[in-house]
Structure formats: C-alpha cells, structure tokens
C-alpha cells in the first residue's frame, strides 16, 4: 500500500502534456494493483491460486518499471524523481520473482497428497 501511495503522490507532479495523462492513469492502475493483488496472494486456498496471484502480483510491478520507463523518457519529471520509486518498482518485481522461483521449487520436490488440490 506504501508504495502505491508513494506512485500515486508522485503521480500529481506529472505535467498537463497530451501524454502524461494516459501514463499516470496506467502507472496508478498497475502501482495500485500491486498491493491490492498482493492481499490476494496471502489468502491463497491452494498452492496453484497462490502461484497464480503471485505471477499477476509479478506482472503488475513489472507494469510499474514499464510506466515508469515512459514517464523518465518522456522527461514527465526530473530523473531523480522518477529514480526512487523505479528502484522499489525493481526491487519489489526481483522480490515477487524470486518468491515465484521458491514456491515452484518447493512444489516440484515435494510429494504430493491428496489434500493438495484442496487446501495450502
């Protein structure tokens, strides 16, 4: 939640350009996603719905660095604003992607058993 406020709040500092509109709406829908996905994943019922949340959780923040890569191209604001949420944007995706890495690992050598289909 921290981190769509933060994008959010950096959000309103995008100038009045035809452009910058259209980024800051698709940047605050997949920032805003991120966490509201994220909740999603915590309460997973089974290890499938948890990967598949998580991989959208994933594709989300990814969405950020992309978002953010047009606003820094598009010089929408200074780089040393558009630097820090970009580097959580990245951090978090290498956080997610490593998560996803972990579980399938996890799933892969761990026997299964009937209740798997069922319950996490």
Excluded: H
């Excluded at 500092?13 to 259209?22: D, E, K, L, M, T």
């Excluded at 290890?47 to 991989?55: G, I, M, N, P, Y």
């Amino acid at each position: 939640m921290t981190f769509a406020v933060s994008v959010l709040a950096l959000i309103e500092r995008f100038p009045q350009r035809v452009g910058a509109p259209i980024v800051a709406r698709q940047l605050a829908k997949s920032a805003t996603s991120v966490g509201a996905n994220y909740r999603a994943v915590c309460t997973a019922r089974s290890d499938a719905e948890f990967v598949s949340k998580l991989c959208i959780v994933n594709e989300e923040v990814d969405e950020v660095v992309y978002w953010l890569e047009i606003a820094v191209r598009c010089k929408f604001l200074a780089p040393f604003d558009l630097d820090p949420p970009a580097t959580e944007a990245r951090e978090l995706r290498a956080i997610f992607g490593r998560s996803l890495k972990t579980i399938r690992q996890r799933l892969r050598t761990r026997p299964s058993t009937p209740n798997d289909q069922m319950t996490r």
